[in-house]
Structure formats: structure tokens, C-alpha cells
């Protein structure tokens, strides 16, 4: 069920709301991918989903907001077995948003009770604009005064993976360069992307070399040394186990595949 409330644009300068609304998706809903011209936060209450922004798709859990800015391309689809349900504030502004907002994903359940006191604005006709803009206000005070959460750890760590997947990178270095230790990061990068960094880093290898081969036409030596394997016989390996084929046969499958 979606709850849509038609919020009238009074322009006001700083943060100014565009739309509201809430939903109880069914399983395997989906929205995307699209660009929205506007920021738009969304707040799940209960169920579980993914959200890809930036090409890199994140679990999302109870007590999460995930972040859509303007003009970035983003895609969002509801679990099919446990499926979210959301309340949503979309806003325009001409001015820097607060630095928690730059992350896909913050984890605050603090914001839960004033996304359902936002459902309020249902009941106001004249005040309903003021209303959301006073809630978004509120909103961003909860998020700086939150801090640093395991969202900001998790996102610097995802920026670390794609900049440095090449080299021979480890989760033990990627913790200390966060400044926590193995085994706690481990369990933060877990909980917040459904799958354990080690695991979510050879994948990551392994799609860009799976690019570099078909996209790129890069032998598999080329392909292995450019993500971060510069031992072919490991490369081949780790690579057919991953998508069922050698590198040199996927390569060949997906020439076919073009003519």
C-alpha cells in the first residue's frame, strides 16, 4: 500500500520539501534504475531490501536511510521474502547538505519516530510545507549530532576497495587504515552489506576482470595482473569457481555471444 501526500512547493530558501510518502512494498517491488532532480531520503521501518547507487548495490535493513541525491542514478528493490516498508521525504536546496548525507546509507533508527511524526502533515492543508520543513531541519540536527555510524566506515571502505582492488590489499589493512580492528570491521561491513569484505572484495576483482576480458579484449594474464592477481594459475582458478568457466572460455563464450 502507498501513502502519497501532496506537498504544494513553497520555494523556501535552505531546505525546501517536494514531496512526502509512505509504502508498504510487496515482494520484489522495484524502482529503477532512474534520476531524480531532487533529493530524496527514505527511512525503512521494518523489512529488508538493496539499494544500488554509484554501480554498488548495498543491503539495507530496519532502522536505515538510504540516500538518494539529485541527478545520480539509483535503483532500489524490496526483499522477497521479508519486504520493506518506508516512509519518504523528498526536498530541494541550493545549499550544502549536511555531511552525512554524502553516504548511500545511514543507519539511525534515533529518525524512525520522526519519519512516522511526519505522517502528521496528512492532517494539515495550509501548514503541511512548513511542517515537513521543520521535520527535515529536525532530521539533519538527530544525523550531526549522531556523528560518525558504521555506515561511514563501511562507505570509506567501499571507496578504498575500488581505488586500491589492484594492488595486493587485505581486510586487515583496510581496517587499520579505518582505524578499527579485523574482526569488529569484519562484523560492521557484514551487517551492512550482506556479505563479508574478503568476499565482497574478490568479487569485485573478479567483475572487473571479467570486464577487462570481454568489454576490453585483455588476455587473462593482463586481466589477472590488472585486479590484483598477478598468478594466472590462482587467477583461473578463483575465476572458475566464481562464474563456472575459464577466463579464456568466457572470453570465447562472450565473443560468440556477439558474432
Given at each position: ?25 510487496n515482494p ?5 534504475p ?6 530524496l ?15 554498488v548495490?548495498?543491503?539495507v535493513k530496519?532502522g ?12 532500489y ?9 518506508y516512509?519518504?521525504i ?6 550544502d547538505v ?13 529518525a ?6 511526519m505522517?502528521?502533515?496528512g492532517?494539515?492543508e ?14 539533519f ?21 575500488n ?5 595486493d590489499?587485505t ?24 556479505v563479508?569484505p ?11 576482470a571479467?570486464e ?8 587473462p ?37 556477439r558474432?
Amino acid at each position: 500500500m502507498i501513502r502519497m501526500e501532496i506537498v504544494i512547493d513553497q520555494h523556501y530558501k535552505g531546505y525546501n520539501p517536494v514531496q512526502f510518502g509512505s509504502e508498504s512494498c510487496n515482494p520484489g517491488h522495484f524502482f529503477g534504475p532512474s534520476v531524480r532532480t531532487h533529493w530524496l531520503l527514505h527511512y525503512v521501518v521494518y523489512g529488508f531490501g538493496t539499494f544500488v547507487r554509484d554501480g554498488v548495490s548495498r543491503a539495507v535493513k530496519p532502522g536505515d536511510i538510504f540516500v538518494i541525491p539529485p541527478y545520480e542514478e539509483t535503483y532500489y528493490e524490496a526483499d522477497v521474502k521479508n519486504p520493506w516498508r518506508y516512509i519518504w521525504i523528498g526536498f530541494t536546496t541550493e545549499e550544502d547538505v549536511p555531511p552525512p548525507l554524502k553516504n548511500a546509507i545511514i543507519h539511525c533508527p534515533e529518525a524512525g519516530s520522526l519519519f512516522e511524526d511526519m505522517l502528521r502533515c496528512g492532517k494539515l492543508e495550509n501548514g503541511r510545507s512548513a511542517f515537513l520543513c521543520a521535520k527535515i531541519w529536525e532530521l539533519f540536527s538527530i544525523l550531526l549530532e549522531e556523528g560518525g555510524t558504521s555506515a561511514d566506515y563501511v562507505e570509506k571502505a567501499l571507496s578504498y576497495m575500488n581505488a586500491e582492488y589492484i594492488n595486493d590489499i587485505t581486510v586487515r589493512q583496510i581496517a587499520e587504515s579505518l582505524g578499527l580492528n579485523r574482526s569488529y570491521f569484519s562484523e560492521l561491513f557484514s551487517r551492512q552489506m550482506g556479505v563479508s569484505p574478503q568476499k565482497y572484495l574478490i568479487n569485485l576483482r573478479l567483475e572487473r576482470a571479467a570486464e577487462l576480458l570481454t568489454v576490453y579484449g585483455e588476455s587473462p594474464a593482463t586481466a589477472g595482473l590488472s585486479v590484483g592477481y598477478p598468478d594466472i594459475y590462482h587467477f583461473s582458478k578463483i575465476f572458475k569457481k566464481h562464474f563456472g568457466l575459464s577466463p579464456r572460455n568466457y572470453q570465447q563464450m562472450y565473443r560468440r555471444s556477439r558474432g
